[in-house]
């Protein structure tokens, strides 16, 4: 089975990477299919992904194990997909629709 855990990235924020093994110093992972890139990261630097974090969610709590990379996933391929209305609970998020 593959672990798929969300990893800091200094150009997106968080990207989702693959699991290849854990240890005591930490966790190693790939960000590509062919493990030419793999990083080892500590346990708490990362967030695991749940299945919730990879759908099209209109409320963001409906989502489990809430964190800052999925939150931030979701909302920006809502609005790639020019869906900039994204509830949370009660509250509507609204995202500017405008485009560079």
Request: proline share 3%; charged share 20%.
């Amino acid at each position: 089975m593959i672990r798929l855990v969300w990893i800091p990235d200094k150009t997106n924020e968080w990207i989702q990477a693959r699991v290849i093994n854990e240890s005591n110093d930490g966790i190693n992972v790939s960000v590509d299919d062919s493990n030419s890139n793999i990083k080892l990261f500590n346990k708490t630097d990362i967030c695991e992904v749940d299945s919730t974090h990879l759908l099209d969610l209109n409320d963001l709590c409906l989502m489990n194990n809430l964190h800052e990379a999925p939150l931030i996933n979701i909302l920006k391929q809502r609005w790639l997909n020019n869906n900039i209305y994204t509830y949370a609970g009660d509250v509507l998020r609204s995202i500017s629709p405008y485009k560079l």
